[in-house]
């Protein structure tokens, strides 16, 4: 084997053995290829796309360069995947709800990426909280539990770490089959029988397009299900926030009105939880027709919260978070509202900007040594397409300084479009299987 043929090899369009995929993803894993190797590799991905079958060899291959975890439960093991968007809060509701409903959920999450939150980052706002674990710690709180929501450890999927950390500085990102990869390969080396994915589009996501979603959506799932498990792909929209709050821990306190039964407090989170839960149990034979109303049985019982109380209590939590979240949770030093200056009705929001002004507030990090502040974003926001007067209330901003504040007020009607009423997108858009 030899790293140079192989990225010659894509260069030109000759299909790979799997076992020169496999090699490569074990050189990537244990430095035998180079940094200027892999980026050439990625940029013939990104230039000439791997044939037929080689998405899925090298989603294999990467999946396999490190430890795979196997697991022997009394039921199904399942997990979901969401390409990010602004107010996603989803993972903190439905890995609780699947497990309440027979399902074991090892869900390997991420931190904040760009204008979007990380799933990591909003459970750390719990005070004490730790996600990163072992993975025999993993393995101990999935099977006591049902659940748990943690870091990727060192020796899961390390070709996956090392190609992604060289594509982001070589512009060589935007690839499906890269992006195809790196996505599945951290999944399926968790040992899953069924995987439901969550493609955002929208201006709140990466994928602004309803065709790029679309080819992503329907990538993902070819891939996943030609990988051996079985995989199921949604578009959602992502116009507008999913949640109300913006913010670590403003979206755990949305989460947990949600474990708690509200069904007024967070409305479209609610919705996309238990599609995604639905398509979960019918994946794994769970539930057929009924899988809605199991799913939000789970939730209207407190089912899902006990689960969750004891995923937090097994990660360092206290063991009364389910009961007194309101006075464990940070708050932020100042709350100023974010008024409409017109009448009219929230025709659009920008939320990539959106997302850039919960960053600027403290609440995500622009270089890796920034610290994140859980307690600032913004709250109550809007829905789109809610009729104004002027004076009344977009959303709140929480601050830790007056000047960021009227920074972040600023940004948020800059981000906000009022005028006519707006048609509104369903929010699942479509399915891929």
């Not at 639905?278 to 049985?297: C, N, Q, T, Y």
């Not at 977009?394 to 007020?409: D, K, M, Q």
Request: net charge negative; hydrophobic share 45%; with cysteine.
């Amino acid at each position: 084997m030899d790293a140079r043929a192989i990225i010659q090899a894509v260069r030109d369009g000759v299909p790979l053995a799997e076992s020169e995929l496999r090699w490569f993803a074990n050189g990537l894993a244990s430095g035998a290829v180079s940094d200027a190797q892999a980026g050439a590799f990625a940029m013939a991905v990104v230039l000439r796309g791997l044939p037929e079958g080689g998405r899925t060899a090298l989603t294999a291959a990467m999946r396999d360069s490190g430890h795979r975890l196997m697991w022997d439960l009394p039921g199904p093991v399942v997990d979901k995947h969401s390409t990010g968007g602004v107010g996603d809060c989803v993972s903190i509701v439905l890995a609780p709800a699947l497990a309440a409903c027979g399902a074991f959920v090892p869900m390997i999450s991420g931190r904040g990426l760009g204008h979007t939150g990380g799933t990591l980052d909003k459970l750390e706002a719990i005070p004490n909280v730790k996600t990163s674990m072992d993975i025999d710690k993993l393995r101990e709180i999935v099977t006591r539990q049902g659940c748990v929501i943690a870091g990727a450890t060192a020796d899961i999927a390390p070709a996956d770490r090392r190609l992604y950390a060289v594509r982001d500085v070589t512009g060589t990102v935007e690839s499906i089959d890269l992006i195809c990869a790196s996505i599945l390969s951290k999944k399926l080396a968790a040992g899953l029988d069924a995987l439901v994915l969550d493609v955002k589009c929208g201006s709140g996501a990466f994928m602004q397009s309803l065709d790029e979603a679309e080819e992503l959506a329907c990538a993902l799932a070819t891939t996943g299900n030609s990988a051996g498990c079985k995989t199921e792909a949604i578009i959602s929209d992502m116009s507008q926030p999913l949640a109300p709050s913006l913010g670590n821990a403003l979206e755990i306190a949305d989460c947990m009105r949600v474990l708690e039964g509200d069904r007024g407090a967070a409305p479209r989170l609610r919705e996309l939880v238990v599609t995604l839960g639905a398509i979960a149990l019918r994946l794994v034979g769970l539930a057929g027709d009924e899988a809605e109303v199991k799913i939000g049985r789970a939730i209207d019982t407190g089912d899902a919260m006990d689960r969750f109380q004891g995923m937090l209590s097994a990660m360092g939590g206290s063991n009364d978070f389910s009961q007194n979240w309101r006075t464990q949770l940070p708050t932020a030093n100042l709350i100023m509202d974010v008024t409409a200056d017109a009448p009219g009705h929230l025709a659009a929001i920008d939320g990539r900007a959106l997302g850039e002004v919960v960053v600027a507030l403290g609440a995500g990090r622009k270089t890796e040594a920034d610290r994140i502040d859980h307690s600032v974003g913004l709250s109550d926001f809007a829905d789109l397409g809610a009729r104004f007067s002027t004076g009344d209330l977009i959303c709140r901003v929480h601050a830790r300084s007056p000047e960021e504040a009227e920074r972040a007020v600023e940004g948020v009607l800059a981000a906000c479009e009022i005028g006519p009423k707006p048609s509104l997108n369903s929010l699942i858009r479509t399915r891929s299987e």
